[in-house]
């Protein structure tokens, strides 16, 4: 039986949904990551910033923008360093300006992928996947990728379905 892992970053607090910012409790990348556990097991793994983005929604997206001009590697909290136990790995996050925060990828560049199948899972309030496939196959060397899911951030406490069917579907 095959072993996955579910890797995440998600902002709880403030948030854009559709043309407003709004407070959630729970970030939107957090709950469909939650869904892809539920419907096909594995281990999930939160990327967890040292220094905390700004609460403020416009700020955040600031302090990402820098981070992305300067290819900003955040330090994290703790950090996997072994993944050979895993066969599929899900990489999931926010898209912010057009791919994962670099956070995740702060993460994602301390492991070998060889062997492994990936898939990109992007919440998102009109950007689809951006960039997030393009930058998974040239940070995970020697994986090989699955087709991509986004999922709009506002939709994703109702998503359960949608994650659930394409999660089962790609680690086939």
Same mark, same amino acid.
């Given at each position: 039986m095959s072993k996955n892992l579910i890797i995440y970053y998600s902002r709880k607090g403030e948030n854009y949904f559709g043309g407003?910012?709004?407070s959630?409790?729970? %970030?939107?990348?957090?709950? $469909?990551?939650?869904?892809?556990?539920?419907? $096909?097991?594995g281990d999930l793994f939160e990327v967890d910033t $040292?220094?905390?983005?700004?609460?403020?929604?416009?700020?955040?997206?600031?302090?990402?923008?820098?981070?992305?001009?300067?290819?900003?590697?955040?330090?994290l909290k703790k950090y996997l360093t072994d993944i050979s136990a895993y066969d599929h790995i899900f990489v999931c996050g926010p898209c912010w300006?057009?791919?994962?925060?670099?956070? +995740?990828? /702060?993460?994602l560049e301390k492991l070998n992928f060889t062997g492994k199948k990936v898939m990109? +899972?992007?919440?998102?309030? %009109?950007?689809?996947?951006?960039? /997030?496939?393009?930058?998974?196959?040239?940070?995970?060397?020697?994986?090989?990728?699955?087709?991509?899911?986004?999922v709009t951030g506002s939709n994703a406490p109702h998503s359960q379905n949608q994650v659930a069917a394409w999660a089962q579907s790609v680690i086939k």
């Open positions: 407003s910012i709004r959630i409790a729970k %970030g939107n990348t957090e709950i $469909v990551a939650e869904f892809i556990q539920a419907a $096909v097991g $040292v220094k905390p983005y700004s609460d403020d929604y416009t700020t955040c997206t600031q302090e990402a923008k820098q981070e992305i001009q300067t290819q900003a590697r955040p330090e300006w057009g791919t994962f925060p670099m956070a +995740v990828f /702060s993460q990109a +899972v992007m919440t998102h309030e %009109g950007s689809g996947l951006g960039n /997030s496939e393009r930058d998974l196959q040239k940070i995970c060397q020697g994986a090989t990728f699955g087709k991509g899911l986004a």
